[in-house]
Each structure stands twice: as C-alpha cells, then as structure tokens.
C-alpha cells in the first residue's frame, strides 16, 4: 500500500470518527435542550414550535436546488463557477425565505396561532443565514475537514442551547427556541468563513450559462 493510499484510508477513518463524535455530542445537546424546554413551555407552546420546525425542515429541502450535491460531485470548479453557484444558492434559499412570509399568514390562520407567523419569519431567516456558509461547509466535507466542522457544530450548538435555555427562562416562550436556533446558525457561519473559507470571497459574478450542468445534477438528484 503506498504511502498516498494509506494516509487517504486515515484521513477517511478519522472523518467518520469525528462525524460519530458529532452526533453524539448534538444528539446530547438535543436531548438537554428538550430536559430543560419541557420544564420551562407547556404542551400548546411545544405544538406550535412543532409545526414552525416541520415547515422549515420540509421547505429546507428546496432551498439550495440541489447545488450541495452538485459541488460534492463535481470535481473540477471554476472560480466563476464557485461564485455564480454561491449566489444561486443564497437566491434560492431567500425565495423560499420568502415565500415562508408570505405563506406564515394563511398558515397561522389555518392552525389559529397567531405567533406562528413571527415565528416562521424568523426562521425563514435562519434559512437565510445558512446559505451563507452552505458552500464553505460542503466545500470542507468534500475535502474531509470533519475535524473542524464537528467542533464548529458542537459548539454552535452548545451556544444556541444556552441561549434557547436562558430565553425560555426570561418567559420568551415559544421565541426561545428559534432565537437558539439563529445565534447557532449565525455562530456556525461566522467560523466556517473565518476558519475554512481560507481566503475565498465569492465575485459579484452570476453565469447560469456556466453552472446549466450543476444545477440540472443538483435538480435530479433533488427530485430523486
């Protein structure tokens, strides 16, 4: 075995590790974040921040076209390429952002609770704040960073959970769990771009001409 294959399988061995490690320690987070929230919110607030969290996950889904997986399959990108591709996937994840907005009205109605709307706004922007580092975290993930992201998300994580526990112990209700969730976002963006965007600024440039390819692989597999 040379010594290229041999430091490959390691760094392989070593990504799973840390990814185990991850979801350990998140899914330890979690279970501490609903110990002290079912303490702190009655059953009706628990409904109506259920809902908000299974609007957003569903949405989440078509909020980038697909380009994550276009980036991970893809070997060869270009500097255009990486940047038209950036500002699709922030474009897409606002309109969704947007159409969150203007949909939190038919569905707060729908379920009679008014806050669901101020809620879906805020974490429409969630959405928002993701997309930023959206492509500085696949980027890292294809070239096996596991490391650096396992603790980025630890300890984003840990941040949103303080967070959400002292909301909900300020009487914030059903607000503290979506103000967790975007200090997380906004603290797992700022470190992915100061510690693995190594110096990469998207140009204010958008080709759809060039990035037709990525984005149909992204919408197939999207649909698939």
Do not use: C
Not at 53 to 76: E, K, M, P, R
């Amino acid at each position: 075995m040379n010594s290229s294959g041999g430091n490959l399988q390691w760094r392989v061995f070593s990504s799973i590790r840390w990814v185990t490690f991850g979801m350990v320690g998140k899914g330890a987070i979690y279970f501490l974040q609903l110990f002290f929230l079912a303490r702190l919110l009655n059953a009706d607030e628990f409904g109506i921040i259920a809902i908000t969290l299974s609007i957003i996950a569903i949405l989440q889904i078509f909020s980038d076209f697909g380009v994550s997986n276009a980036l991970i399959h893809y070997q060869s990108i270009s500097s255009e390429q990486r940047s038209s591709l950036f500002w699709v996937n922030l474009l897409s994840s606002t309109f969704v952002a947007i159409i969150i907005f203007f949909g939190s009205f038919s569905i707060a109605n729908y379920y009679s609770q008014p806050q669901l709307k101020s809620l879906l706004w805020l974490s429409s922007l969630t959405l928002i704040i993701t997309s930023l580092g959206q492509q500085i975290k696949v980027m890292a993930e294809k070239n096996l960073q596991f490391s650096a992201l396992t603790k980025f998300e630890v300890l984003s994580s840990f941040v949103g959970l303080v967070f959400t526990v002292g909301m909900a112990y300020m009487g914030m209700g059903v607000f503290s769990l979506v103000g967790g969730t975007m200090l997380s976002a906004i603290v797992f963006v700022s470190l992915l771009w100061i510690f693995l965007s190594f110096g990469w600024r998207p140009a204010f440039i958008l080709n759809i001409n060039s990035i037709g390819d990525f984005l149909k692989f992204g919408l197939f597999t999207m649909a698939n």
